[in-house]
């Protein structure tokens, strides 16, 4: 298996542009995270899908961060417009859980996508 | 509500020295605990695990036993290597239906020859 897929890996862009970063998940699994990780902050949950509806988004930082999961192999995290304060690396994580029940699974990460917002 | 504290890092070791990395929590319920690795410029990686009271989690040398009396999740191993150096996470996930993870701040670990 490939493993969780991210892109871009880096991305570039100046303040008040549109970001979009996505996640392929590991073919199977039902659940999808994406994480933020900042020196400051350290590793924040943003949001998690679980059989592609989102469970919880308490961790989005407002009104200009969007995601999407439209099919099981795809999410999109989208920052429109962006800020110099997004600036970290963005990780998608994908598990498997059975039934909606929390079980002894592990959660496997990509390998992040890290953005520069000038 | 849930959260992990980590010992502050950065740590700076020897080769073949004595690691302990710790971690406390507080959650609700009967969380299952880890510990994540993160070597650079890659995602996490899951390390170990312990899901009861007195589970010890183990792989690669590093061990770590869930100790529901101090709320503590403790990483150890007895002779670290320069491949060791990395950032380690603590985190647990609450088992109450929920499959979200907490994870502590991390600490930075490196091991000079």
């Known amino acids: 298996d490939a493993g969780v897929i991210q892109s871009p890996r880096h991305e570039v862009t100046e303040m008040g542009q549109e970001v979009t970063l996505r996640c392929k998940p590991i073919?199977?699994?039902?659940?999808l995270f994406w994480y933020r990780q900042t020196m400051m902050r350290g590793l924040e949950l943003l949001i998690y899908?679980?059989?592609?509806?989102?469970?919880?988004d308490s961790g989005m930082p407002e009104d200009r961060f969007s995601a999407k999961m439209p099919n099981a192999s795809f999410s999109t995290l989208k920052i429109q417009p962006s800020e110099p304060r997004d600036s970290a690396v963005y990780f998608c994580?994908?598990?498997?859980?059975?039934?909606?029940?929390?079980?002894?699974?592990?959660?496997?990460f990509g390998p992040g996508t890290r953005l520069t917002v000038l | 509500g849930n959260s992990v504290t980590q010992m502050e890092g950065p740590v700076t070791l020897s080769e073949e020295a004595f690691l302990t990395i710790n971690c406390t929590y507080t959650?609700?319920?009967?969380?299952?605990l880890f510990w994540y690795v993160q070597y650079p410029g890659e995602g996490l990686q899951l390390l170990l695990k312990?899901?009861?009271?007195?589970d010890k989690g183990s792989n690669k040398g590093f061990e770590a036993t869930y100790r529901k009396e101090t709320t503590s999740f403790h990483l150890e191993k007895g002779s670290v290597q320069v491949s060791d150096s990395a950032v380690y996470f603590c985190?647990?996930?609450?088992?109450?239906?929920?499959?979200?993870?907490?994870f502590g701040t991390g600490t930075r670990l490196t091991v000079i020859p």
């Open positions: 312990a899901t009861k009271a007195d």
């Open positions: 899908f679980n059989n592609n509806v989102p469970i919880d």
């Open positions: 985190a647990l996930r609450t088992g109450t239906g929920a499959n979200n993870l907490f």
């Open positions: 994580a994908s598990s498997f859980a059975w039934g909606g029940v929390a079980g002894d699974y592990e959660q496997f």
């Open positions: 073919s199977g699994h039902n659940s």
């Open positions: 959650a609700t319920g009967y969380p299952s």
